[in-house]
């Protein structure tokens, strides 16, 4: 008996381990899905800056208040 009790409780600590491995590896995934989804709003968000910056540069104001 002791021996079937000491085996299952080596099976569970496998499957613990394996599904602590599996939860480690899709919260990985995440952060790298979060990290390339940051990357391409920054990228999108400078690519708007720079156009607002452009059509800054090339208004020509009609009259400067002072």
Known sequence: VQLHERQDTVDLEIRAQRLEQKLR???????????????????????????LAAELENHQPRCVRR
């Open 25 to 51: 590896n899709k919260t990985g995934d995440l952060d790298d899905e979060e990290r390339t989804t940051k990357a391409r709003r920054k990228r999108e968000h400078t690519a708007q800056i720079e156009a």
